[in-house]
């Protein structure tokens, strides 16, 4: 099964003080636009391991990991750079990209942990709703709410099938690969839209530090 992204927001702010921690971010940046996404994940886990409560390090972190398919770390970090920020607009995107984190593992729990790939959909669409919440007007927020929406709704249906056919806890047996399915819906709304599929870019450092 083709892996598929959904859109992740990127921030771009300028730096005013200097440090450790901000000069690992500004050469994780650096490496991240040469394409050097190894040396970029490493400088933000380091700027991290500094500064672990800093959100801006934290939603880099977030975005190398998810760039690398690694979406349960991307999530944690999004999550964590969410309330570390509370509020505004770093706040705002951290929430829509720990809802794509979360909408990718669900795809890719889909067949083998529907129960799983449930509860990660339903945490997708409570990050989208909460960065509407913060930004109102955040690019893609409730688009890619809507997607989750519908995932949702097919592995609520199939795993309903599977239970009445007495498949234990609606684990995948026979009958149509359910991750396919959830791609074609992500393939229907690319039709109208470019956001699923988009590549991304890390934030640079912000003055909080």
Same mark, same amino acid.
């Given at each position: ?7 992740? *927001? /990127?921030? &771009?702010?300028?730096? @005013? !003080?200097? =440090?450790?921690? $901000? ?7 650096? +490496? ?69 984190? *979360? /909408?990718? &593992?669900?795809?890719? @729990? !889909?067949? =083998?942990?529907? $129960? ?7 945490? +997708? ?85």
């Amino acid at each position: 099964m083709r892996r598929s992204r959904l859109l992740l *927001a /990127c921030l &771009l702010v300028e730096s @005013l !003080a200097a =440090g450790p921690a $901000q000069e690992l971010v500004v050469r994780g940046n650096a +490496a991240w636009n040469s394409g050097r996404y190894d040396q970029a994940l490493e400088a933000y886990q380091k700027a991290v391991a500094l500064r672990p409560r800093s959100p801006h390090a934290l939603y880099n972190l977030g975005t190398a990991y998810y760039r690398g398919g690694e979406y349960g770390r991307a999530l944690d970090n999004f999550a964590q750079a969410a309330r570390e920020s509370k509020r505004g607009h770093l706040a705002a995107l951290s929430q829509y990209n720990a809802g794509n984190a *979360a /909408c990718q &593992l669900g795809l890719t @729990l !889909a067949n =083998g942990d529907p $129960q799983g790939a449930l509860a990660m959909l339903g945490r +997708a669409i409570t990050a989208y709703s909460e960065a509407l919440r913060l930004e109102k007007t955040l690019p893609d927020a409730a688009h890619n709410r809507e997607i989750a929406r519908k995932w949702l709704k097919l592995v609520e249906e199939q795993v309903r099938q599977r239970q009445s056919q007495g498949t234990p806890g609606g684990a995948a047996a026979a009958g149509p690969d359910l991750g396919t399915s959830l791609q074609g819906i992500l393939g229907q709304e690319r039709q109208g839209r470019s956001l699923p599929g988009a590549t991304s870019r890390p934030p640079s450092v912000d003055k909080d530090w």
